[in-house]
């Protein structure tokens, strides 16, 4: 087949959907893949798991305190070992990671909503109002977030409502900042000085032509920060002026699985390995999503025999 006529053919085929697309770049990156699957996994589990296991992950049995971990003499539950009050260690991951993660994506999906609106705003109205919005978000940014969680907690109840207020909070300048220094590069180009010619008002300007462009980075970021969020509350857990028994979060198992690291190592172990998991998974994602967000470096995601064929051709 001549230059020609691979060209041709390349022309006659189909464009690829979006989902087409987007499936064809994950394959490129393996990590990413594997942390996707993983994640998916993860939230079937806790979403699913809980529910058919019953009590299993909150009901005592002192029987079976400290069980040892990978063995099957106690039956599947008791595969990962028992806690200090014999509850099975499995079932109680998997009710933790239901609450880590309702936690966790309630934080960014508040903060970000929030906070990218805020950013918006301060990008477009840089003057006063964008002055306002910007020194309210120093001031969070000045106090180190874990220990302006741990004073707000400290005074309130320690319930996961609060938890997920405080963090929130404690996250929005990271979207204000993310989102006004995109707004005030895409404020200056030719097709919002054209809506803003044509007589578009300056709400419709932000909805529809600004909001658009800002939204991949502002998920990005929070995909990111999704990892951070889930350490942090794992953190406050572990002080103990996080979520309170009976509830159980993966921070709280480690908290709880300290006094018994030269006895039962296991108990810390693994929520301990879960927590790493999940954010090192997150992490990966995150930066596949950058790389196939920019059109710039998106090419470091296909594959490499077919970039060379189309510069060939």
Known sequence: MTTKDSLNFAQAQPPKSGLSAAFTLLLGDRFALVSLIYLVLLVTAATIGPELLGDAGTKINLRMRNVPTMTMENGFLYLLGGDSLGRPILPMLLVGARTTLMIAVSVVIFSML????????????????GAFIMRAADVIMSFPSLLLAVIVLYVLEPAAANVVIVLAITRLPIYIRVARAEVLEIRERLFVESARAS???????????????????????????????????????????????????????????????????????????????????????????????????????????????????
């Open 199 to 313: 007589g578009a008002s300056n709400i419709r300007i932000m909805v529809l032509h600004i909001l658009p462009v800002v939204v991949p980075t502002i998920f990005t970021v929070a995909t990111l920060d999704f990892a951070g969020v889930m350490l942090s509350e794992s953190g406050l857990s572990f002080l103990g002026i996080g979520v309170q028994p009976p509830d159980v979060t993966w921070g709280l198992m480690v908290a709880m699985g300290r006094n018994f690291l030269t006895t039962a190592w296991w108990l810390a172990f693994w929520p301990g390995l879960a927590i790493l998991l999940t954010a090192l998974a997150t992490n990966l994602l995150s930066n596949w999503l950058r790389l196939a967000m920019d059109p710039m470096l998106r090419w470091r995601l296909e594959d490499t025999d077919a970039v060379e064929e189309r510069r060939d051709v």
């Open 114 to 129: 929030i906070g990218t609106t805020l950013g918006v705003v301060a990008g477009y109205y840089e003057r006063l109002l």
